[in-house]
């Protein structure tokens, strides 16, 4: 066991972890001792409802972070990985906040039974990609967060984790209103061949998971395309690498994938 602690600016304070090797693989998991929230000062916090039309539930929850102030700032939507909106992607949203963004973290287990909610978004993922209900909710959530007051319209993306990285993946190739979109260890979208239309891309793997080949093949198809990308797979990391309230947190490969998250949203969204 090994306590390992550092500095974190952007959430001004001293994170920790213990860390433990596995032996057999040589992946590390990340036991938290100490994680504040990233604060809230200076930023507009609100639980919002987003109305929906032609879906099975008339609007579902989010959490919409801000900066103070009258913009026109980027905007971006967060989408969770399962099972549910979490304190994390809360956490994700407020950071993006703290760089001048509005962020809506979307919560696509709400306003619903959890088992249909379940249905709903394994249709999404597995038998109809890029055209299915959870896509045309993102798509009117990102109507929502384009319409409140300061954000800049013309510069929106998305981002997503695992299930939330499929989704975010898949918005990027049919929402021309998404300049920009970043994966965290998402599958790809069927047909592939329809990467060939997506907006830029910031894609981060974990080298030790089931969608690592995924990242793989989605570098390459996106080269193939001339699509503008930036895909990185990270040595010795496990799925949900970007969780801090998980033990496969990653914290280096964690600060590397936010800075480059951060540096490809600057420069396509401005």
Known sequence: MQR???????????????????????AHLY????????????LKIQNV?????????KSIDAYLASPQGNGPYPAVIVIHE?????????????????QGYAALAVDLMSQAPVAVCMMRVMNGMMFNPL???????????????QQQPGVDPKR????????GGTFALQMACTDKDVK??????GMNPRPFEAIAQACPIVGSYPDKDFTTEAGRNLDKMLERYNV????KEYPNSLHSFFNDDKRSFNPEASADAWQRVLAFFKQHLG
């Not at 036991?31 to 200076?42: C, I, L």
């Not at 399962?82 to 703290?98: G, K, L, Q, V």
């Open 4 to 26: 390992v602690c550092w500095l974190d600016p952007e959430r001004r304070y001293n994170r920790c972890v213990t860390q433990q090797a596995t032996g057999a693989t040589g």
């Open 31 to 42: 036991k938290h001792e100490s994680m504040a929230p990233t604060p809230t000062d200076g």
């Open 49 to 57: 409802s987003v109305p929906l039309t032609n879906s099975s539930r």
């Open 82 to 98: 399962m099972p549910a909106i979490s304190e994390n992607i809360r956490d994700i949203a407020r950071r993006f906040a703290m």
């Open 131 to 145: 055209k299915n209900g959870i896509v045309a909710e993102l798509q009117q959530s990102l109507d929502f967060l």
């Open 156 to 163: 929106v993306g998305v981002i997503g984790f695992c299930m």
């Open 180 to 185: 920009a979109a970043s994966v965290f260890y």
């Open 228 to 231: 503008p990308h930036d895909v």
